[in-house]
């Protein structure tokens, strides 16, 4: 049931990639077709982009690494195993969802605003959280070991 569990986690890891590809693809055509303007940065329209991309960043990072453990805390004390699989595959999938869809639009937004570097950062800031939440036996085994009490926590 693991590997069945991390097989369905790496489709949605690597789906954010394909994603954030074919994003990036049809962003970079859209303005080499001149189908689409660039949008200058200072514009109102490029600063409202920024302001989306940048605030989506600041929140869906924090709150789904945020509730991705908190939700492993409450299924570490469950006793039904199929029960805590599923229910750390549905934690896991918001996790990747959540941390990494910045990435498809910052991603998006760079090529829109004429390589515009800054959203290329804010990408890269997604990107860092998004190998972070790479799924793999071992850290499945560890965020649903149950936490000992005495133990210190930093």
Request: hydrophobic share 45%.
């Amino acid at each position: 049931m693991e590997h069945k569990i991390l097989r369905t986690l790496n489709v949605y890891y690597y789906g954010i990639m394909v994603l954030t590809l074919l994003a990036g693809t049809l962003s970079y055509f859209l303005i080499m077709k001149e189908y689409v303007q660039p949008i200058d940065s200072l514009s109102n329209l490029g600063q409202i982009i920024q302001y989306i991309v940048i605030f989506d960043a600041l929140v869906t990072i924090p709150v789904g690494l945020y509730l991705c453990k908190k939700q492993c805390t409450k299924l570490c004390t469950l006793e039904n195993e199929e029960e805590k699989l599923l229910g750390y595959q549905k934690a896991a999938t918001m996790r990747i969802l959540l941390v990494s869809n910045t990435m498809v639009f910052a991603i998006a937004a760079f090529y829109l605003m004429g390589a515009y570097q800054s959203m290329l950062w804010v990408a890269a800031v997604s990107a860092i959280g998004w190998y972070f939440t790479k799924p793999s036996l071992r850290k499945m085994e560890l965020e649903l070991q149950p936490k000992d009490p005495n133990q210190d926590n930093y």
